[in-house]
């Protein structure tokens, strides 16, 4: 048997509630990460690393930036057949958008239907983390399942945050597929362990095709992947699941090794971006062998001026991108994105500023995500009053102030 013919679709209609301010004006994928990457940019890379380079990418959901960065980002050469698309909702199955992550693919099957894939990659698009998905798709075809499921391990105790897998004894078959349970069994080898879904799910094509369509007949169905579409494969004794524990990523160490977050919150984008910069990092974004993808703009390397008491420019266990200007001031535990200026005497701590974020003279940030093209003027403390930050911006439930794209901080 050849090398079989792999297609991903990216489920990427995300409208991310949770992620507001970050999502007033972008679909949840397409919010910034990490300084230059973009969420989407993850499950992006770990399909195209795997050698996966027939992707269709489905949006919904102010999709405008997400549509630019894919087109331009992801353009792959259409000498070989291979294209990573964006594809917008076309009401193809009448006039409605999609109604759920399943209906997504079945107004799409004209898609797998120009492919002819034998298998299709349905990968979710706003998680952070590496993996291969071919080792996936070798047990896939291994134990015949028409769907396997991805599965991180997690703490019995969060099994209500989760879609909980339970395995049959001594075999990958799925035998219960649980959305938030509050009491779910934990693993025969770790009882305080519980398999939680990735959203991640590598079907046989025909399997797929045959479920979306069964599917979409069910009027009382939510037309959802995790929620409808695997618990009815389950119940046909063809779901398998996936432990991602397993997954050996080229160049991945003991401590970053089988690393996921759910961004969905603004607490969890928050600690993730902490996970960055600590010195011995949780997901270190330097693994070469495994390279996360962008587009890096043709900016200068970021500089940093003045050096006399009590005004150094510096940042201390921080990541600083291209472009950025840290004039005077102190900066640490921090994320600065492209283009970012840091005027003297300020001070920025534990915080995550985007693309062309300008923090002003003597202004203090602390614990902050601060969207693109905000002016922080002279003097302005944020992060420092909670209760005066509740009056103006979006404080989240862990204390984080989150200021919207262009918003006018005064």
Not at 259 to 264: A, N, Q
Not at 306 to 319: K, N, P, Q, Y
Not at 343 to 362: C, F, K, P, T, W
């Amino acid at each position: 048997m050849g090398r079989p013919h792999v297609f991903g679709i990216v489920l990427a209609g995300g409208e991310g509630k949770r992620l507001m301010p970050l999502t007033r004006d972008r679909a949840k994928p397409a919010v910034p990460f990490g300084g230059h990457y973009r969420l989407i940019d993850f499950a992006l890379s770990n399909l195209v690393n795997a050698g996966y380079l027939r992707i269709a990418v489905l949006t919904q959901y102010k999709s405008h930036s997400l549509d630019r960065h894919v087109t331009t980002t992801w353009r792959m050469s259409p000498l070989l057949g291979n294209y990573v698309t964006p594809v917008p909702a076309q009401m193809r199955r009448g006039p409605h958008w999609y109604q759920g992550s399943a209906d997504a693919i079945y107004q799409s099957l004209n898609l797998i239907g120009d492919e002819r894939p034998d298998y299709v990659c349905v990968f979710g698009a706003d998680h952070i983390y590496r993996m291969d998905p071919s080792q996936m798709l070798r047990q896939h075809i291994q134990t015949g399942a028409g769907v396997t499921v991805a599965a991180v391990r997690a703490p019995r105790a969060q099994a209500a945050e989760f879609g909980v897998i339970e395995a049959q004894e001594g075999t990958t078959r799925i035998g219960a597929f649980l959305e938030k349970p509050v009491d779910a069994q934990g693993l025969p080898d770790a009882p305080d362990q519980i398999y939680a879904s990735m959203g991640n799910y590598i079907f046989t094509a025909s399997t797929l095709v045959d479920a979306v369509k069964t599917d979409a007949a069910d009027a009382a169905s939510k037309h959802d992947m995790g929620g409808n579409v695997v618990p009815m494969l389950v119940d046909e004794g063809e779901a398998h699941v996936y432990d991602f524990s397993t997954n050996e990523v080229p160049g991945t160490t003991k401590r970053d090794h089988a690393y996921w977050r759910d961004v969905g919150t603004l607490d969890a984008y928050y600690d993730s971006h902490l996970d960055l910069v600590s010195p011995h990092p949780i997901f270190n974004l330097y693994n070469m062998e495994w390279p996360i993808l962008s587009w890096i703009e043709p900016l200068p390397p970021a500089k940093f001026v003045h050096d006399t008491e009590g005004r150094v420019g510096h940042a201390i266990e921080s990541m600083i991108s291209p472009g950025a200007i840290i004039s005077g001031a102190e900066v640490r535990r921090s994320i600065v994105s492209p283009g970012v200026r840091v005027h003297s005497y300020a001070q920025v701590e534990g915080s995550v500023l985007m693309h062309g974020v300008e923090i002003g003279r003597n202004a203090v940030v602390r614990n902050a995500i601060i969207d693109k093209n905000v002016k922080v003027p002279e003097g302005t403390e944020i992060g420092v009053d909670l209760d005066i930050d509740r009056s103006r911006f979006t404080v989240s439930p862990g204390g984080v102030v989150a200021i919207g794209k262009g918003e006018k901080v005064e």
